[in-house]
């Protein structure tokens, strides 16, 4: 019945095995200035300082830096036209329900989102050896965030989670940081808690301050008393 529709749609529009992608690979000097604009993006993040502008990166961009990334190469191949976001995956599906051992390799038309400082990544619709993948198997596959690995290294999950949002424009990826108050925005809790230990201490103080008065208005009562 249901279950073997089911697993034979599975089994149709996946692989025991991924398939080769296209890779795109700078020379040393262009990886080298890629990284150090991104790196220097980060340190005036570290610094509390906002860029004066976004970061801007092609598709180009967005590949070698796969390229240089062993979690994400091989699986994700990027395109941009007409600023929507395409490109061809092989991505393995031990998370789904009968996926186990199994990878998806097609096309795919991405959604690419920010939300809340953490980056969304999910396929839309999606081709399999030029066939249109049934929508029954795509719920579960949009379901998916494809960039969740980004997150698993700490250094790049702070980074991420200093950006707002994310566009396309031009055919360009553009990330634009948090802004609050000509600065990178603060966390409000943090902020709150920073103003509360302040007035605990104001009012110690003041506290401290009334007591010092009252006893010397004492002792000086009593020197003056016969």
Same mark, same amino acid.
């Given at each position: 019945?249901?279950?073997?529709?089911?697993?034979?749609?599975?089994?149709?529009?996946?692989?025991?095995?991924?398939? !080769? =992608?296209?890779? &795109?690979?700078?020379?040393?000097?262009?990886? %080298? %200035?890629?990284? %150090?604009?991104?790196?220097?993006?980060?340190?005036?993040?570290? #610094?509390?300082?906002?860029?004066? /502008?976004?970061?801007?990166?092609?598709?180009?961009?967005?590949? @070698?830096?796969?390229?240089?990334?062993?979690?994400?190469? *091989?699986?994700?191949? &990027?395109?941009?036209?007409?600023?929507?976001?395409? +490109?061809?995956?092989?991505?393995?599906?031990?998370?789904?329900?009968? +996926?186990? +051992?199994?990878?998806? $390799?097609?096309? #795919?038309?991405? !959604? &690419?989102?920010?939300?809340? *400082?953490?980056?969304?990544?999910?396929?839309?619709? @999606?081709?399999?050896? *030029?066939?249109?993948?049934?929508?029954?198997?795509?719920? +579960?596959?949009?379901?998916? $965030? =494809? %960039?969740?690995?980004?997150?698993?290294?700490?250094?790049? @999950?702070?980074?991420?989670?200093?950006? /707002?949002?994310?566009?396309?424009e031009d055919n360009k990826f553009i990330l634009r940081v948090k802004r609050e108050r000509g600065g990178v925005?603060? $966390?409000? =809790? =943090? /902020?709150?808690?920073?103003?509360?230990?302040?007035?605990?201490?104001?009012?110690?103080?003041?506290?401290?301050?009334? #007591?010092?008065?009252?006893? $010397?208005?004492?002792?000086?009562?009593?020197? &003056?008393?016969?």
């Amino acid at each position: 019945g249901g279950y073997w529709f089911i697993s034979t749609q599975f089994e149709k529009y996946t692989s025991e095995t991924p398939v !080769d =992608l296209p890779v &795109v690979e700078y020379s040393e000097e262009e990886i %080298a %200035a890629l990284d %150090a604009r991104v790196e220097s993006f980060k340190e005036k993040l570290k #610094a509390g300082d906002v860029p004066e /502008e976004d970061l801007v990166l092609t598709a180009d961009d967005i590949n @070698a830096l796969i390229s240089n990334n062993e979690t994400f190469k *091989g699986r994700v191949y &990027v395109k941009i036209e007409n600023d929507q976001v395409e +490109g061809d995956v092989s991505f393995p599906l031990d998370d789904f329900p009968m +996926g186990k +051992g199994r990878y998806f $390799n097609g096309s #795919a038309i991405f !959604d &690419v989102s920010m939300e809340g *400082g953490v980056l969304i990544v999910t396929a839309q619709q @999606a081709e399999v050896n *030029g066939e249109p993948v049934p929508e029954e198997f795509m719920q +579960g596959v949009r379901g998916e $965030n =494809l %960039a969740k690995d980004v997150y698993k290294d700490p250094e790049n @999950a702070k980074f991420m989670r200093q950006f /707002e949002e994310i566009t396309i424009e031009d055919n360009k990826f553009i990330l634009r940081v948090k802004r609050e108050r000509g600065g990178v925005k603060e $966390n409000p =809790l =943090l /902020e709150s808690t920073e103003e509360s230990t302040e007035e605990s201490i104001e009012t110690e103080t003041s506290g401290e301050s009334s #007591a010092e008065v009252e006893t $010397n208005e004492e002792v000086t009562t009593e020197t &003056v008393a016969p």
